[in-house]
């Protein structure tokens, strides 16, 4: 048997179609739509899940799919029971789950979230899954720090909590707001692909500016109004005041006033040197 080296055919984070899908993986004319277009399929070894996201109500899906930290909860099809095949089948793959997200109905384009892994499962009908995301050969730029992560969760207990998973993790919303404004931090400018070339390509935190009490039960996220990149060090400092964060425009004024202070006491400083002292092996 031969045994191929195992690449995994989506990007994270980027967005597909269900045509290119059937596209990139070569699936043949007479395998397509049927359960491709109402949640979740299988095709020679994987799976595939296609789920809507916090459109419940417009899709008539009774059990919202959500994100809980960078986990999704998700629920199969009205009526899905455990021991079901196609339940089964993504409870133990043979191969990969590829799980692609979108917004609305009306949208063709899903987000690749990544291979799925079952955290846990309920015997419910609907059967409900908890996908995580930790396939070591793909990257997840969303995924917080735990430093942050967990100072924002000893804040204002269930509400914090939501506020950061559902807001500041959701990939949907963090791609819209990178798509407007970029990757570059609102507060200090800091780009982390200028600094640290490829390695730093496309990654910055996304910090969620609406304060607690504006947050309600029927909060709708908008990703350009209520979110801002911003880089690690300047999300923990707008954190750093609680319950309610900085705003950026407080921030910015902390750090430029600093900026200021320090450039008048302290001498030039050099680039570390490589060379400064002989090296011994
Ligand atoms: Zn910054
Ligand atoms: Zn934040």
């Known amino acids: 048997m031969i045994v191929k080296e195992e690449r995994l055919s989506f990007v994270v984070g980027e967005f597909y179609s269900r045509k290119d899908v059937y596209q990139i993986m070569s ?19 994987d799976c595939y899940v296609f789920a809507n ?28 029971k455990l021991s079901h095949n196609s339940i089964q089948s993504l409870l133990n793959p043979t191969g990969k789950v590829y799980i692609f997200v979108r917004e609305s109905n009306d949208n063709p384009n899903f ?12 015997d419910t009908s609907p059967v409900n899954i908890v996908w995580q995301f930790t396939d070591p050969r793909e990257s997840h730029p969303e995924i917080l720090t735990e430093e942050v992560s967990e100072s924002e969760k000893l804040v204002e207990g269930a509400i914090k909590q939501v506020f950061v998973n559902i807001y500041e993790r959701n990939p949907l919303a963090r791609k ?10 609102s507060v200090c400018e800091f780009n982390f692909a200028d600094h640290y070339g490829e390695i730093g390509e496309g990654f910055i935190h996304v910090h969620h500016l609406k304060s607690l ?69």
């Open 27 to 45: 699936v043949p004319e007479g395998k397509r739509g049927g359960n491709w277009d109402t949640g979740y399929s299988r095709f020679n070894n």
């Open 213 to 281: 009490r504006e947050i309600g039960k029927e909060y709708e996220i908008n990703p350009i109004k209520d979110l801002k990149p911003v880089c690690p060090n300047c999300h923990a400092m707008l954190h750093k005041r609680k319950p309610e964060p900085y705003s950026i425009e407080e921030l910015r004024g902390i750090l430029w006033s600093q900026k200021k202070v320090t450039r008048k006491v302290s001498v030039k400083s050099n680039p570390p040197s490589i060379a400064a002292k002989p090296m011994r092996e």
């Open 176 to 185: 819209r707001c990178i798509e407007h404004y970029g990757v570059v931090c």
């Open 53 to 80: 996201i916090g459109a419940s109500g417009r899709t008539g899906h009774d059990y919202p799919n959500r994100f809980d930290g960078n986990d999704l909860v998700w629920y199969a099809k009205n009526g899905s």
């Open 111 to 122: 987000l690749y979230l990544g291979n799925g892994k079952v955290k846990s499962f309920r």
